[in-house]
């Protein structure tokens, strides 16, 4: 206990942080060491922390909805009155109080966690410690509770609480934490974290020993309850520690080493600053560029939702120019597949579920899919002639719900959408990467947001939610809107554009964040912070230079989001090969190398059309919007086999999770066999057409036959090994149409088709 | 009189617009939030029989139960001691017209002591609880009579409960209350007092809470003429959240109980030794709850609800012992509560903090409907008919207005849109400003009978007058084909179509006025229409993207008489196939016969719309007549008794394969046995034996009287008998 008590005195006297201000109050187990200390311990500031980083109020012990042994607190605790009620409430038979007045130690509440009495979830300190005084010091000393603050609008807030006693709930400003990084060099290396609280009364307290701690990848550091910090292995990731309402996000960094080779432009431009910074921080060496084919289909797959066609994939081999791939970004920004393909990710990204859109009573006349239709068609003509990402949103945010603008009112009418907090939550979630979810019930200990915070924000959409005919509201308001600013309301108002306004506002932290994120999720399988939808303190950006410049230039292009799609795929770091080198194996959160990844459920359904249709029939089978999944199709095709398999969303929660990217013994077993990939094969009109010049004996030439099948499926030209095998193949069936569907099968069943590297 | 005339003109053309949004699921008893108030703008403040009134329907039977709303729809529960049923009705809002009457139930037997048989007929209906809407669904209760789920769309019954049977001298008062998962029963007898959560999707129990009170009264009601008297209770539940946590406030007889509505939890509860018939709906308010009790000993108790375990001691922030009233519920506003006696119709405001009384004014007349509050203004429905207008305000008030219907109100009142909905004890009104009923409309104003229903009673009194309403029916479907439309989406029933037919008969006798020449439209085969049917087809092509497909159809299952023409035989599409069913169409190869469950068709493009309720597509063997109970020319015109084992039991139709057949003496039929060891399809089960209907299973064997009364269509009708027999 002194070695780590001088430690963190030195890092304190050591740093000279922006918050080295007073003298901070000295930790509680430090004040608490003897018995015979005259301090009061607080109860929201040392009761609550302590049981919550004793873990008795998690929802494995007391904190479950049943409560434990009779005994129940709330979930983390950030119900104070509740806790007291509960803490002073007998035990369940009545023999013994949980809190005892008169005689403090024979409390429940020392002699359980102790083990003087027997407890299920067994010893958590010793008889003595500093845990057991505090405990005690606090029942001495009358085992006062937190009086609420100011209850302010929330409708809950004002329920009576009879035990007002106590000192009122107190307000943290902050959470410092020293150091404010931590650099480590050889797994062994230790450094010990202190954070000091700041309260809104002026004092500052060091809690570190109050405080909870996780690391957010334990093969790069571990924590310990204690803050101190232990070096694993190489890598880079963030120390959360969680103390009253407060939530700080330490990052730590232990280089993969010092690189000596870099194949790294000494000029970078645009992301590849950031990116590069980052990797040289980390010591990462990147790994080299892709081939030229593998950026085709890449691209290909990541911008439009579409395979290359066997031309295409010739003549941008045969290209010998250096802006090729330049060139080929700009052509295919151009294309109705970019737009389709993004209409469709947007969709996701806002819910457009045909189910939930359609009236109860229309339904037998397809109302459903004619809506979603709409709505997905409301996308695509926006995405098509490039208008601003910030008016496509505002079209759905401040559409007219009696559909009298050219905006999108159908994001309001879902049946999903049954209590002005399921439209809470789905704003955020769509237009903001934020979870409401947990805030519906609790404040989550990882999460900012309080029940306050969220009930506020799903007053907005009280009138919307309710009428779903009406955007206006009946009263005057006031209201919080998510920490950010009161919003006065007066009747009339649609309540959805002061949300909008803020939305829009340059410094707004999620609006643009969330955007870019999520369309650099989508190119490099994982977002800057991931999953896309979680901007919590917890979950910070793994490199936060990058995103604030992506989200700073994409508002200063305008929410161009050409603009966004050009910076990603024109990058070195969107071009890199999937292979890894010695240093970025195991490198998933810097960018340091392609990640392959599972090609999505709608572009394996349309790949396999590509692959097997005819030649003359390659463009329309590209183009034709009505017959594509990543097109028309989207909503129809949502439940069937093959979108299920391989993890299409049906838009019906909100959560970026929704769309299942990972593969699976049943997708191998779909493309084995399953009757549409039979059918494919077995109605391909390419194979026809192969058929059909074999029936009329013109003399076929195997090889230019078989590097046709690669060009279709995975979009280059074989080996000279794989050519030879397919040819001896070719050689060995009755006809060259039977041994070429046997290649088309065998290549629709390869890893490199189903991935896209 | 002469302007009135000209104000009727008026105004019917204002009623072809649409009510507006506010309160448009007062889905529950007392309204979205259970506690009686509407958020309207404005509803009407002053009105008669004549002025401001829309519409006025007539309900038959007797219910207490208030009226539900959910969008266009408002839903009624009612019951007739007479023919012994329980129903639920539909009407529409903008019309009054009943769009849906549902027998729910038989009433079952009931045992009443005599001590209690002289006041329970006026003490309680045998409809008294208020359904519940819940989107798709409505949640109709008649206590120990039945629970049931029926959907809202169809009025076919997803789920009942009859198996809840407790010893009720005084029926059920209680209403049902719904939310995401459950429904929420109180069940408070003589004998047995528990409370009852069921799956909302299944009606199975999802918990059961013994009551469990036990008092003084107890021993001392034993050996009297009405023991356990003090156990009854007649409230409904309120569902409030404390604290992050949820609360189910249901009042017991003597104590008042909060569970926990995911576990049925016993969270605390207040004793109220005395206090039981409690039928006043617990409001939540200025971090208390209200809660009215009855009983010997009323009162008007505030309870905290942040405690644990018996708070009776401690929780009762504070108690107005007599001044409060048996029946009606009270009314929270801010830090007022406002509330109405039952007898001499008394209303109190009080500071609802600490239960000070600032006003009293009495209103005369016998209070049982709970007030209504809407834009400062107090509704109070009297059972003399007295709806009286009361600003709410902080001073002793006057009356703005009185209305005087010629009615009596037991139901409490509900709004939809701008519009009252008051229920009277025999009519259905919709008040609503700017209407007004015209001097023949009152004039003809039926008074509720009896309800015809086309069973054994029914047939018995057509026999007496000579008058085959049956054979009149099935000649109007065919002459109609818009009312057999109407009968196949469920939106009419046979025995309203036969009240239809007799009302026009007796119109026509006297000679129609022209005002009540609302004939169904005609146009049967004229664009896009419901059509739900059962289609069975060769198919002969097929689109596994766009979910279409063509079939050439050899057999349709439906009762509407255009369908054979216009679909057997013929090669037709169909489209709007989605989701799983295109995996269907994938494996189902040209050539093979479908069976696919249609809901709509489009007349003009002749096409097929893929049904979105109960779906089917899928492979079925090649069509074989009498696979599907088309039966033998030789057999058409049956009348008589068939029995036989039930291939199958679906949609209130039987597919029965029969093994023998007893003519009556009006058959028709060339050689009764052709039908021997054939299928024949019976429908009809949804007017006839619908809840035996419920519990035919394939594989039972039945004995069933039928009538083939047209002969050229497949299906036979079944009649009066219907009973499971041996092999």
């Given at each position: 206990?002194?070695?780590?008590?001088?430690?963190?005195?030195?890092?304190?006297?050591?740093?000279?942080?922006?918050?080295?201000?007073?003298?901070?109050?000295?930790?509680?187990?430090?004040?608490?060491?003897?018995?015979?200390?005259?301090?009061?311990?607080?109860?929201?500031?040392?009761?609550?922390?302590?049981?919550?980083?004793?873990?008795?109020?998690?929802?494995?012990?007391?904190?479950?909805?049943?409560?434990?042994?009779?005994?129940?607190?709330?979930?983390?605790?950030?119900?104070?009155?509740?806790?007291?009620?509960?803490?002073?409430?007998?035990?369940?038979?009545?023999?013994?109080?949980?809190?005892?007045?008169?005689?403090?130690?024979?409390?429940?509440?020392?002699?359980?966690?102790?083990?003087?009495?027997?407890?299920?979830?067994?010893?958590?300190?010793?008889?003595?410690?500093?845990?057991?005084?505090?405990?005690?010091?606090?029942?001495?000393?009358?085992?006062?509770?937190?009086?609420?603050?100011?209850?302010?609008?929330?409708?809950?807030?004002?329920?009576?609480?009879?035990?007002?006693?106590?000192?009122?709930?107190?307000?943290?400003?902050?959470?410092?934490?020293?150091?404010?990084?931590?650099?480590?060099?050889?797994?062994?290396?230790?450094?010990?974290?202190?954070?000091?609280?700041?309260?809104?009364?002026?004092?500052?307290?060091?809690?570190?020993?109050?405080?909870?701690?996780?690391?957010?990848?334990?093969?790069?550091?571990?924590?310990?309850?204690?803050?101190?910090?232990?070096?694993?292995?190489?890598?880079?990731?963030?120390?959360?520690?969680?103390?009253?309402?407060?939530?700080?996000?330490?990052?730590?960094?232990?280089?993969?080493?010092?690189?000596?080779?870099?194949?790294?432009?000494?000029?970078?431009?645009?992301?590849?600053?950031?990116?590069?910074?980052?990797?040289?921080?980390?010591?990462?060496?990147?790994?080299?560029?892709?081939?030229?084919?593998?950026?085709?289909?890449?691209?290909?797959?990541?911008?439009?939702?579409?395979?290359?066609?066997?031309?295409?994939?010739?003549?941008?081999?045969?290209?010998?120019?250096?802006?090729?791939?330049?060139?080929?970004?700009?052509?295919?920004?151009?294309?109705?597949?970019?737009?389709?393909?993004?209409?469709?990710?947007?969709?996701?990204?806002?819910?457009?579920?045909?189910?939930?859109?359609?009236?109860?009573?229309?339904?037998?006349?397809?109302?459903?899919?004619?809506?979603?239709?709409?709505?997905?068609?409301?996308?695509?003509?926006?995405?098509?002639?490039?208008?601003?990402?910030?008016?496509?949103?505002?079209?759905?945010?401040?559409?007219?719900?009696?559909?009298?603008?050219?905006?999108?009112?159908?994001?309001?009418?879902?049946?999903?959408?049954?209590?002005?907090?399921?439209?809470?939550?789905?704003?955020?979630?769509?237009?903001?990467?934020?979870?409401?979810?947990?805030?519906?019930?609790?404040?989550?200990?990882?999460?900012?947001?309080?029940?306050?915070?969220?009930?506020?924000?799903?007053?907005?959409?009280?009138?919307?939610?309710?009428?779903?005919?009406?955007?206006?509201?009946?009263?005057?308001?006031?209201?919080?809107?998510?920490?950010?600013?009161?919003?006065?309301?007066?009747?009339?108002?649609?309540?959805?554009?002061?949300?909008?306004?803020?939305?829009?506002?340059?410094?707004?932290?999620?609006?643009?964040?969330?955007?870019?994120?999520?369309?650099?999720?989508?190119?490099?399988?994982?977002?800057?912070?991931?999953?896309?939808?979680?901007?919590?303190?917890?979950?910070?950006?793994?490199?936060?230079?990058?995103?604030?410049?992506?989200?700073?230039?994409?508002?200063?292009?305008?929410?161009?989001?050409?603009?966004?799609?050009?910076?990603?795929?024109?990058?070195?770091?969107?071009?890199?090969?999937?292979?890894?080198?010695?240093?970025?194996?195991?490198?998933?959160?810097?960018?340091?190398?392609?990640?392959?990844?599972?090609?999505?459920?709608?572009?394996?359904?349309?790949?396999?059309?590509?692959?097997?249709?005819?030649?003359?029939?390659?463009?329309?089978?590209?183009?034709?919007?009505?017959?594509?999944?990543?097109?028309?199709?989207?909503?129809?095709?949502?439940?069937?086999?093959?979108?299920?398999?391989?993890?299409?969303?049906?838009?019906?929660?909100?959560?970026?999770?929704?769309?299942?990217?990972?593969?699976?013994?049943?997708?191998?077993?779909?493309?084995?066999?399953?009757?549409?990939?039979?059918?494919?094969?077995?109605?391909?009109?390419?194979?026809?057409?192969?058929?059909?010049?074999?029936?009329?004996?013109?003399?076929?030439?195997?090889?230019?036959?078989?590097?046709?099948?690669?060009?279709?499926?995975?979009?280059?030209?074989?080996?000279?090994?794989?050519?030879?095998?397919?040819?001896?193949?070719?050689?060995?069936?009755?006809?060259?149409?039977?041994?070429?569907?046997?290649?088309?099968?065998?290549?629709?069943?390869?890893?490199?088709?189903?991935?896209?590297? | 009189?002469?302007?009135?005339?000209?104000?009727?003109?008026?105004?019917?053309?204002?009623?072809?617009?649409?009510?507006?949004?506010?309160?448009?699921?007062?889905?529950?008893?007392?309204?979205?939030?259970?506690?009686?108030?509407?958020?309207?703008?404005?509803?009407?403040?002053?009105?008669?029989?004549?002025?401001?009134?829309?519409?006025?329907?007539?309900?038959?039977?007797?219910?207490?139960?208030?009226?539900?709303?959910?969008?266009?729809?408002?839903?009624?529960?009612?019951?007739?001691?007479?023919?012994?049923?329980?129903?639920?009705?539909?009407?529409?809002?903008?019309?009054?017209?009943?769009?849906?009457?549902?027998?729910?139930?038989?009433?079952?037997?009931?045992?009443?002591?005599?001590?209690?048989?002289?006041?329970?007929?006026?003490?309680?209906?045998?409809?008294?609880?208020?359904?519940?809407?819940?989107?798709?669904?409505?949640?109709?209760?008649?206590?120990?009579?039945?629970?049931?789920?029926?959907?809202?769309?169809?009025?076919?019954?997803?789920?009942?409960?009859?198996?809840?049977?407790?010893?009720?001298?005084?029926?059920?008062?209680?209403?049902?209350?719904?939310?995401?998962?459950?429904?929420?029963?109180?069940?408070?007898?003589?004998?047995?007092?528990?409370?009852?959560?069921?799956?909302?999707?299944?009606?199975?129990?999802?918990?059961?809470?013994?009551?469990?009170?036990?008092?003084?009264?107890?021993?001392?009601?034993?050996?009297?003429?009405?023991?356990?008297?003090?156990?009854?209770?007649?409230?409904?539940?309120?569902?409030?959240?404390?604290?992050?946590?949820?609360?189910?406030?249901?009042?017991?007889?003597?104590?008042?109980?909060?569970?926990?509505?995911?576990?049925?939890?016993?969270?605390?509860?207040?004793?109220?030794?005395?206090?039981?018939?409690?039928?006043?709906?617990?409001?939540?308010?200025?971090?208390?709850?209200?809660?009215?009790?009855?009983?010997?000993?009323?009162?008007?108790?505030?309870?905290?609800?942040?405690?644990?375990?018996?708070?009776?001691?401690?929780?009762?922030?504070?108690?107005?012992?007599?001044?409060?009233?048996?029946?009606?519920?009270?009314?929270?506003?801010?830090?007022?509560?406002?509330?109405?006696?039952?007898?001499?119709?008394?209303?109190?405001?009080?500071?609802?903090?600490?239960?000070?009384?600032?006003?009293?004014?009495?209103?005369?007349?016998?209070?049982?409907?709970?007030?209504?509050?809407?834009?400062?203004?107090?509704?109070?429905?009297?059972?003399?008919?007295?709806?009286?207008?009361?600003?709410?305000?902080?001073?002793?008030?006057?009356?703005?207005?009185?209305?005087?219907?010629?009615?009596?109100?037991?139901?409490?009142?509900?709004?939809?849109?701008?519009?009252?909905?008051?229920?009277?004890?025999?009519?259905?009104?919709?008040?609503?400003?700017?209407?007004?009923?015209?001097?023949?409309?009152?004039?003809?104003?039926?008074?509720?009978?009896?309800?015809?229903?086309?069973?054994?009673?029914?047939?018995?009194?057509?026999?007496?007058?000579?008058?085959?309403?049956?054979?009149?029916?099935?000649?109007?479907?065919?002459?109609?084909?818009?009312?057999?439309?109407?009968?196949?989406?469920?939106?009419?029933?046979?025995?309203?179509?036969?009240?239809?037919?007799?009302?026009?008969?007796?119109?026509?006798?006297?000679?129609?006025?022209?005002?009540?020449?609302?004939?169904?439209?005609?146009?049967?085969?004229?664009?896009?229409?419901?059509f739900y049917a059962i289609v069975i087809g060769r198919l002969m092509s097929k689109d596994i993207e766009l979910g279409e497909l063509e079939l050439n159809i050899d057999f349709v299952l439906s009762s509407a008489n255009w369908a054979k023409e216009r679909l057997v035989g013929k090669r037709v599409r169909l489209v709007g196939v989605a989701g799983p069913f295109l995996d269907n169409l994938l494996e189902i190869k040209r050539g093979e016969t479908v069976?696919?469950?249609?809901?709509?068709?489009?007349?003009?493009?002749?096409?097929?719309?893929?049904?979105?309720?109960?779906?089917?597509?899928?492979?079925?063997?090649?069509?074989?007549?009498?696979?599907?109970?088309?039966?033998?020319?030789?057999?058409?015109?049956?009348?008589?008794?068939?029995?036989?084992?039930?291939?199958?039991?679906?949609?209130?139709?039987?597919?029965?394969?029969?093994?023998?057949?007893?003519?009556?003496?009006?058959?028709?039929?060339?050689?009764?046995?052709?039908?021997?060891?054939?299928?024949?399809?019976?429908?009809?089960?949804?007017?006839?034996?619908?809840?035996?209907?419920?519990?035919?299973?394939?594989?039972?064997?039945?004995?069933?009287?039928?009538?083939?009364?047209?002969?050229?269509?497949?299906?036979?009708?079944?009649?009066?008998?219907?009973?499971?027999?041996?092999?």
């Amino acid at each position: 206990m002194l070695k780590f008590t001088m430690i963190a005195l030195m890092v304190w006297i050591v740093s000279t942080g922006p918050h080295a201000l007073a003298e901070p109050i000295m930790p509680a187990s430090q004040r608490f060491v003897t018995r015979e200390t005259a301090d009061v311990p607080d109860f929201q500031r040392h009761v609550i922390p302590l049981l919550g980083k004793l873990g008795c109020n998690s929802a494995a012990c007391h904190g479950s909805f049943q409560g434990q042994g009779g005994f129940r607190l709330s979930l983390f605790g950030f119900d104070f009155s509740a806790d007291h009620l509960a803490l002073h409430a007998r035990s369940l038979d009545h023999s013994d109080q949980r809190v005892n007045l008169d005689v403090p130690p024979q409390s429940l509440i020392v002699s359980k966690p102790t083990e003087q009495a027997d407890h299920e979830g067994g010893q958590l300190f010793e008889p003595g410690s500093w845990h057991h005084h505090l405990l005690l010091r606090w029942i001495e000393s009358g085992g006062l509770g937190t009086k609420p603050a100011d209850p302010g609008p929330a409708p809950e807030s004002e329920s009576a609480y009879g035990h007002s006693v106590g000192a009122t709930h107190q307000v943290l400003i902050d959470l410092h934490y020293e150091p404010t990084a931590i650099q480590f060099e050889a797994p062994g290396d230790g450094r010990s974290l202190r954070i000091v609280a700041q309260w809104d009364d002026g004092t500052y307290e060091d809690v570190t020993c109050l405080t909870r701690f996780r690391s957010n990848d334990d093969s790069v550091v571990r924590v310990d309850a204690d803050g101190v910090a232990t070096a694993v292995g190489p890598g880079d990731t963030h120390i959360i520690a969680f103390y009253d309402n407060g939530v700080a996000a330490i990052p730590v960094v232990h280089p993969y080493g010092t690189p000596d080779e870099w194949h790294i432009e000494s000029n970078p431009q645009g992301v590849d600053r950031f990116v590069n910074a980052k990797l040289r921080q980390v010591g990462l060496v990147p790994s080299k560029p892709c081939t030229d084919a593998e950026f085709l289909r890449r691209v290909r797959i990541d911008m439009t939702g579409t395979l290359p066609t066997p031309e295409e994939v010739t003549l941008f081999l045969q290209d010998a120019s250096e802006d090729k791939r330049n060139r080929k970004v700009d052509e295919l920004l151009q294309r109705s597949t970019y737009a389709a393909w993004w209409a469709n990710k947007l969709c996701d990204f806002t819910g457009c579920n045909p189910k939930s859109i359609s009236s109860l009573l229309e339904v037998a006349r397809e109302e459903g899919y004619v809506k979603a239709s709409q709505w997905y068609d409301w996308i695509y003509d926006r995405v098509a002639r490039n208008e601003p990402y910030d008016r496509l949103a505002a079209g759905m945010m401040l559409a007219d719900l009696a559909g009298q603008d050219d905006g999108m009112p159908l994001f309001w009418k879902r049946q999903s959408l049954q209590e002005p907090k399921d439209t809470a939550m789905s704003v955020a979630h769509a237009f903001l990467g934020i979870q409401l979810q947990c805030a519906e019930c609790h404040k989550h200990p990882f999460d900012r947001w309080s029940q306050s915070d969220f009930n506020q924000f799903a007053q907005f959409f009280d009138s919307i939610t309710k009428s779903k005919r009406r955007a206006e509201v009946s009263d005057h308001m006031e209201l919080r809107l998510l920490r950010s600013e009161r919003i006065q309301l007066q009747p009339g108002d649609d309540p959805r554009r002061p949300i909008m306004e803020w939305m829009r506002m340059p410094d707004n932290p999620w609006f643009a964040r969330a955007f870019v994120n999520r369309v650099w999720a989508s190119y490099f399988h994982r977002g800057i912070v991931d999953p896309p939808d979680q901007f919590t303190p917890a979950n910070p950006p793994s490199n936060p230079p990058l995103l604030d410049w992506l989200a700073g230039g994409f508002i200063d292009s305008g929410y161009d989001m050409k603009w966004l799609h050009r910076q990603i795929a024109t990058s070195d770091a969107y071009q890199r090969s999937w292979r890894p080198n010695a240093t970025n194996r195991n490198d998933r959160r810097n960018f340091s190398r392609s990640i392959p990844r599972r090609v999505p459920a709608e572009v394996v359904y349309d790949a396999m059309k590509q692959a097997t249709a005819a030649t003359e029939d390659q463009s329309e089978v590209r183009a034709d919007l009505r017959r594509r999944t990543i097109g028309h199709l989207s909503m129809r095709m949502a439940g069937t086999h093959a979108m299920k398999v391989f993890g299409k969303p049906d838009r019906s929660i909100n959560c970026d999770c929704e769309r299942v990217n990972e593969p699976t013994l049943l997708q191998a077993i779909f493309t084995q066999n399953d009757p549409l990939v039979r059918m494919r094969i077995a109605d391909s009109g390419w194979l026809f057409e192969v058929e059909r010049l074999e029936d009329g004996d013109v003399s076929l030439n195997p090889n230019r036959l078989a590097r046709q099948v690669w060009l279709r499926t995975v979009g280059r030209h074989p080996r000279t090994s794989e050519l030879d095998r397919a040819t001896a193949h070719l050689a060995s069936t009755s006809s060259i149409t039977e041994g070429l569907a046997d290649l088309m099968w065998a290549m629709l069943n390869t890893k490199e088709f189903l991935l896209n590297h | 009189m002469k302007s009135s005339i000209l104000v009727v003109a008026f105004f019917v053309t204002a009623s072809t617009s649409r009510l507006p949004a506010a309160d448009s699921h007062w889905n529950q008893f007392r309204g979205p939030e259970g506690d009686g108030v509407s958020s309207a703008s404005r509803l009407p403040i002053q009105f008669d029989e004549f002025k401001n009134v829309r519409w006025k329907t007539a309900i038959a039977g007797s219910g207490w139960s208030s009226p539900v709303i959910w969008d266009n729809e408002i839903w009624l529960t009612t019951g007739d001691l007479q023919t012994g049923q329980l129903r639920a009705l539909c009407v529409d809002a903008q019309t009054g017209t009943i769009t849906k009457d549902i027998k729910v139930f038989e009433m079952l037997d009931r045992v009443v002591d005599p001590a209690y048989e002289a006041d329970s007929p006026h003490l309680n209906s045998p409809a008294t609880p208020t359904p519940v809407v819940d989107d798709d669904y409505i949640y109709v209760s008649y206590g120990s009579q039945g629970i049931a789920c029926l959907d809202r769309e169809t009025g076919q019954r997803r789920w009942e409960r009859r198996d809840l049977r407790i010893y009720q001298p005084v029926r059920q008062g209680s209403s049902p209350v719904v939310d995401r998962q459950n429904l929420y029963l109180a069940f408070d007898g003589n004998d047995q007092q528990f409370f009852i959560a069921l799956d909302k999707r299944t009606g199975r129990t999802r918990w059961r809470a013994d009551r469990n009170v036990q008092t003084a009264l107890d021993a001392k009601l034993q050996g009297t003429s009405k023991p356990g008297d003090n156990k009854k209770s007649f409230a409904t539940a309120q569902l409030i959240t404390v604290q992050g946590q949820r609360q189910l406030i249901a009042p017991a007889g003597e104590a008042t109980i909060a569970y926990d509505p995911d576990s049925g939890d016993e969270i605390w509860r207040v004793m109220h030794p005395g206090g039981f018939n409690v039928a006043a709906r617990p409001i939540h308010a200025n971090g208390l709850v209200y809660v009215i009790t009855s009983g010997i000993s009323q009162a008007l108790l505030a309870i905290d609800p942040s405690g644990r375990g018996d708070v009776t001691d401690t929780h009762v922030a504070w108690s107005l012992p007599r001044s409060s009233p048996n029946i009606p519920s009270p009314i929270v506003v801010g830090k007022r509560l406002f509330m109405v006696t039952d007898k001499g119709g008394i209303v109190r405001c009080l500071d609802a903090t600490t239960g000070d009384e600032i006003w009293r004014e009495r209103l005369g007349g016998n209070h049982w409907a709970s007030p209504l509050f809407n834009q400062r203004r107090l509704y109070f429905c009297g059972k003399n008919g007295e709806v009286v207008v009361l600003p709410a305000t902080m001073e002793s008030p006057e009356p703005e207005a009185r209305n005087q219907l010629d009615a009596s109100f037991i139901a409490s009142p509900a709004v939809a849109g701008s519009s009252l909905i008051l229920r009277s004890r025999t009519h259905l009104y919709c008040i609503a400003d700017g209407y007004r009923r015209s001097e023949e409309a009152i004039a003809d104003e039926s008074r509720p009978k009896a309800h015809l229903v086309a069973d054994q009673s029914s047939a018995e009194m057509n026999a007496s007058k000579e008058i085959d309403w049956d054979a009149i029916y099935e000649k109007a479907l065919q002459s109609n084909p818009a009312i057999g439309r109407k009968v196949d989406a469920g939106d009419a029933t046979k025995a309203q179509v036969i009240e239809y037919l007799q009302r026009m008969r007796s119109e026509t006798g006297k000679g129609m006025s022209s005002k009540s020449k609302k004939q169904p439209k005609p146009g049967a085969t004229k664009g896009n229409v419901n059509f739900y049917a059962i289609v069975i087809g060769r198919l002969m092509s097929k689109d596994i993207e766009l979910g279409e497909l063509e079939l050439n159809i050899d057999f349709v299952l439906s009762s509407a008489n255009w369908a054979k023409e216009r679909l057997v035989g013929k090669r037709v599409r169909l489209v709007g196939v989605a989701g799983p069913f295109l995996d269907n169409l994938l494996e189902i190869k040209r050539g093979e016969t479908v069976k696919v469950r249609t809901g709509s068709y489009d007349a003009d493009a002749n096409t097929l719309g893929f049904g979105y309720k109960f779906q089917v597509l899928e492979r079925t063997p090649p069509f074989q007549p009498s696979d599907f109970g088309v039966p033998p020319d030789e057999f058409r015109g049956f009348q008589g008794e068939l029995g036989g084992k039930v291939v199958e039991a679906l949609g209130y139709e039987v597919l029965l394969e029969v093994s023998e057949s007893k003519s009556a003496h009006n058959s028709q039929a060339l050689d009764a046995t052709a039908i021997h060891g054939k299928r024949i399809r019976i429908e009809g089960f949804y007017i006839h034996h619908q809840e035996m209907f419920a519990d035919l299973h394939a594989g039972d064997f039945i004995r069933v009287s039928v009538a083939h009364r047209q002969r050229d269509r497949d299906a036979v009708s079944v009649t009066n008998v219907l009973r499971k027999s041996d092999p």
